[in-house]
């Protein structure tokens, strides 16, 4: 599969990820996230209209905002929510991080599902794959063959 090919894979596969993400989901990835990033994910879902700290649950209003984003934003939030997930992917995979095999990943993948929620793991790995990273071809094959991760409509990996 060429590189074009993969990315473009990715963008559907992030589509269907990001489609599936429910408001205690995203409220849960957004606990995770630093203040900082959290803040600015917010704004640029929601605008300056609301204040996030007078609102208690605001993942319902972010997840409508998110999945209504074209393509390119969609890629550039989802890299914001993934912040709090790739940092323990860091912790868990150290050195092999930043190009890991799907053994890999499937070594860690337990420890990293224990921290947050599987539909923002598969957000994550879908924008790995969106965006055509070294790890592009392990994260995929880890979203269509393991069952925690891969939805109903995807094809299974060979």
Known sequence: MSEEELMAEGAGLLADAVGQLSADDMDRLLRGLPSPVATELMTALLGNKLDPRRLKKVGALLVGALRNRSAVRLTLLVERLSTGILATFHSELGDRFDNPTVEDL?????????????????????????????????????LLTDPRLRLAGWAEAS
């Open 106 to 142: 499937r070594e860690v993948l337990d420890a990293v599902l224990a921290q947050h929620p599987a539909a923002g793991v598969r957000c994550t790995l879908s924008w790995v794959v969106a965006e055509g990273m070294p790890a592009a071809e392990a994260a995929r094959d880890l």
